[in-house]
């Protein structure tokens, strides 16, 4: 069974950094592309970043361009996201999602994290 | 960037009834590449439709997809009870945008 696990959400101030982390099981981790997408309470779906099956290609959204960093471990089954220099703008749900396409089509995600960005 | 713009925001219908969501894009969408997930509270998105029309595995045959170029449909046959929810487009072709998003509701 496909699951994904997000981590490392929390309450932070403004300016401040986090480092999100997504755990994979019950799939060949490395054969596929991944990415987060983020949802603001009450809100729809955007997406944040994406990387490609070994990290060599790696995408963002204009929102969050030069202040987030997409990475992965496939030894360890993990994705990572370090946030920094956050606004109160990214307080969201972060999924992370499993991309069949390289295109940016996700056929599983998890359940996120929550990350509050408050002073 | 692509912009799709999903109407209507909400769709009151009752079971059995059938639903047709819209999403329309601001520039043609290549290839087709055209998802639609469904979103219940709580749960993280579901893949429903990609390519336009073609259904996701294990997705029951009352939901398809139509469309192409700048203006896509889904449509729901006849509604059951655990269908009512919040429905999104998304375009993969050209970065990877989102409509805001439907609410099927109860009637």
């Known amino acids: 069974e496909v699951q994904l696990v997000e981590s490392g959400g929390g309450v932070v101030r403004p300016g401040g950094s986090l480092r999100l982390s997504c755990a994979a099981s019950?799939?060949?981790?490395?054969?596929?592309?991944m990415s987060w997408v983020r949802q603001a309470p009450g809100k729809g779906l955007e997406w944040v970043s994406g990387i490609n099956w070994n990290g060599g290609s790696t995408g963002y959204a204009d929102s969050v361009k030069g202040r987030f960093t997409i990475s992965r471990d496939n030894a360890k089954n993990s994705l990572y996201l370090q946030m920094n220099s956050l606004r109160a703008e990214d307080t969201a749900l972060y999924h992370c999602?499993?991309?069949?396409?390289?295109?940016?089509?996700?056929?599983?995600w998890g359940q996120g994290t929550l990350v509050t960005v408050s002073s | 960037e692509i912009v799709l713009t999903q109407s209507p925001g909400t769709l009151s219908l009752s079971p059995g009834e059938r639903a047709t969501l819209s999403c329309r894009a601001s520039?043609?969408?290549?290839?087709?590449?055209l998802a639609w997930y469904q979103q219940k509270p709580g749960q993280a998105p579901r893949l429903l439709i990609y390519?336009?029309?073609s259904r996701a595995t294990g997705i029951p045959d009352r939901f398809s997809g139509s469309g192409s170029g700048t203006d896509f449909t889904l449509t729901i046959s006849r509604l059951e009870p655990e269908d009512f929810a919040v429905y999104y487009c998304?375009?993969?072709?050209?970065?990877?945008?989102f409509g805001q998003g439907t609410k099927l509701e109860i009637k």
């Open positions: 390519g336009a029309s």
């Open positions: 520039q043609s969408v290549s290839s087709s590449y």
């Open positions: 999602a499993r991309d069949i396409s390289e295109l940016g089509l996700f056929d599983y």
């Open positions: 019950g799939f060949t981790f490395d054969d596929y592309g």
């Open positions: 998304q375009q993969y072709g050209s970065s990877h945008t």
